[in-house]
C-alpha cells in the first residue's frame, strides 16, 4: 500500500497499535478506528476503479462501521495513485455482480452517521459520484473531481446526473457532464462541489481532524440528494437545455451520449430524486448497451494498450534523453521541436540558412505567444520554452544530442546523405530518427554503419498538436533504441503506435484506398459533394475533397501517369481554399459550392479515360466503396505484421485521419458490422471493377472462422 504520498504512513507510526483495529481486511478495503473515527481505506491498484472487488470492500466495510456504536464519522480514502477513477470499465457488457454501485451508494448515503470522502489526484466518473453520496468531501489542492463519462459514450449513470445539478445548478453540471471537463479543487470549492481543501500531503489527518469536527459541531446529516435550492431556481427554464443541445450539436454531431445527458439533467430539474434516479437509470442502459459506447470502450483501451510492445525490455540508461536535435525548422520541424521545448527537453534546431531558421523560431514563438493569449499557458513558460532552444547552423553541433529527428523533404539522396554524415557526428548511443512519411526506413538506416540505432518518428501535421505518433521499426532498429523511443513518446505527450516498414506506414496506407475510391466515384457519375457528404454522415469532420482543398491541391504530392482531375484543377489556378477555389468553388468566408468548371473537368476526364457512367451511389453505396476497401487494407497490414494488433490501427486512424471514435475504427467497425458482409461487399466489388478489391486472406480466414479482427 503506498500511503505515503496523503501521509498516512508518519501517522499511522504515531498511533497506539490498540487503537488501529481492523475489523476485516479485504484485497480491496481496510478499515481502521482513529479514536472515535472510522477510516476506509481502498487499495485496488492501479486507479481504484469501482470493481467488483472494491464494490464488495465498501459494502462489508461500511456495513461493520455502522454497526459499530463507538464509530461516530467515516473519513474514505484511497490508497495508490488516486480516488476512485470510477465504475471498472471492462466489467460494462458482463453480467453484473451484487453488490451493485447503486446498492453501495444507497447503504453509504442513508448510514446515518457522517462520510467524509477524502480526494487526491482524481475523482472521476463513479468515483465522483460515490462522493456525491458522501456528506461532506475534502480534497487536497492537486485533486481534479469530473464526470467524464461521456467520452467513454456514456452518461454518469451512478447519480452523477441528479446529484450534481442540486449542487451547482443545471446549467454549470451540464457543462461539466456535456464535455467530460473536470475541475481543480479550488474551482470545486468555488462551486460547492467540495467543502475544504486540505494540505497537500496531509489529507487522512485533516480529513479526519474535519470529521471529528463535524461530531464534535453535532452537524445534521446533510444529503446532496435533498438539496433543493439549485433546481428550483432552473425549473420553468427551456432555455438552459436549449443552449446545451445547440453546443452539443455543433461539438459532438453524431454521439448519442450528449442527448440522453441533457434529457438526465431536465429529470433532475423536473422529476423527484427517486424518478430522477430511474429516468438517468433508463438512459444510462440505452447508453451502455450501443454500439457507440462499446466502441469507445473498446478505444479507451486500445489507446492505453498502443504503447505496448509485448518483450520489450525497458530503456537501457545509456539512451537517457536529455537533448534533442531536429534537423528542419519548416512546419513540420518546427512542430516537431515544440514538442520537445513543452516537456521541458532541450532542442538544438538546424537549419541550412540563417533566414529560415530565423524564420523557423518566429513561428514558433508566434505559435506560443498564441497559446499565451488563449490562456493555455503563460508568458513565463512562453519565455521558458523559447530558451530551450539552440538555434545552429552547424551539423556538428548534433553531437552533443541524445536523439536526432530529421525532418527535411521527402527525398531519399538528401536523407540518405544527412544520415552518412550523422553517423559520422552523433554520439555512440545517440537515436537517429527520420520523420519520413513514406520513405523506405531500412534504405535509409543503411546510409550509416549503426543500423540498429536508425528508426522513424512519424509525426502527423500539425506536429505540435496531432497526438499520433508512430514509431517505425526498421529491420534492423534495436530493442533497446525501440524502447526508448516509446518511452519518450510518452513523456512528450503522444500516443506511439509501432509500425513496420512499408509504403505509408499504418495511417496513409490504410486510408489510401479512401482517397483512391473518392477519385474513382467522381468519374463514374458521383458528384464530390455527395462523396463528401456521405463520408461527413458517417463522421468524419470533412470529405476527402473539401480536405484536399483546405491542405492545399499543390502540396499534395502524387502525379499519375494519365490525366486526373487533380491536375487539371492545377491547370486551371485552382489550388484549393488558398486560391478561393479547388474541388469546390469558395466565398471570401471560404464558404463551399459546387463548381460548374469542375463537373465539366470531371466529365472531360472520364470520357477520354473512357470510364462508364453510372447513378450517383447513395450513401450506403459510398461507405461501403469507400471504406470497405480501408478495412481491406488494414487486414493486409496486419497479416504482414506491419501492425502489432488491430486496435493499433484503429487508434492509428482515429487520431492521424479523425475516423469517428464512436465507430470504434475501421477494425473494430468492420467487426460490428460483421467481417462476413465486408467480404461479400469486397467480393462484388473485385467483380466489377478488379483484383485490387479482392479481400485479404485473414479477412476470409476470420470470416469463415466467425471470428472478430479486433480482440
Ligand atoms: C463510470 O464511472 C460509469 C458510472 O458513471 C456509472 C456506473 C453504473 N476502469 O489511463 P492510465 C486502467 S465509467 C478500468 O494509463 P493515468 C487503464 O486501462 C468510468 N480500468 O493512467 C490502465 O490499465 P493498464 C468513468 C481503468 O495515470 C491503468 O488503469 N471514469 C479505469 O494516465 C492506468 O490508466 C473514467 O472515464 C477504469 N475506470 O490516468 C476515468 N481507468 O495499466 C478513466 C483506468 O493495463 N480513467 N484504468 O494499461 C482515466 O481517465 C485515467 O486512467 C486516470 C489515470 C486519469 C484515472
Known sequence: MDLQNFGMTATANRLDPDEIWNIQMTSAAHQEKRGEIGVITIDSPPVNALGINVRRGLDSAFRALRDDPAVKAIVLICAGRTFFAGADISEFGKEPQAPLLGDVFALIENLGKPVIAAIHCTALGGGCELALVCNYRVAVPSARIGLPEVKLGLLPGAGGTQRLPRLIGPELALDLILFGRSIDAAEALRLGVIDKVVSEGALLDEAIAFA???????KPLTRVRDREDQIAQSRDHPEIFAAARARAAKTARGFLAPENIIKAVEAAVSLPFDEGMQRERELFVELRDSTQSAAQRYYFFAERKAGKVPGLPTAPADL???????????TMGGGISMNFLSAGIPVTLLEMSQEALD???????????????????SDVEVERCMDLITPSLDMGDLGEVDVVIEAVFERMDVKQDIFAKLDKIAKPHAILATNTSFLNVDEIAAATSRPESVLGLHFFSPANVMRLLEVVRAARTSESVLAASMALSSRIGKVAVVSGVCDGFIANRIMTPRREQAEAVILEGTTPQDVDKALYDFGFTMGPFATMDLVGLDVIDRSEPYRTVKADLLKAGRRGQKSGAGYYDYDESRRPSPSELVAKIIAEVAAERGIVQHPPLNQEELVCRLLYPVVNEGARILQEGIAQRASDIDVACILGYGWPVYTGGPMFWADSIGLAQIVTGLRAMAERFGSQFEPAELLVRKSEAGDRLTD
Open 212 to 218: 471529528a469536527e463535524m461530531v464534535a459541531q453535532g
Open 320 to 330: 537517457k534523453i536529455e537533448r534533442v536535435g531536429v534537423i528542419g525548422a519548416g
Open 359 to 377: 524564420r523557423g523560431i518566429g513561428v514558433i514563438r508566434r505559435n506560443y505567444e498564441n497559446s499565451a493569449r488563449r490562456g493555455r499557458i
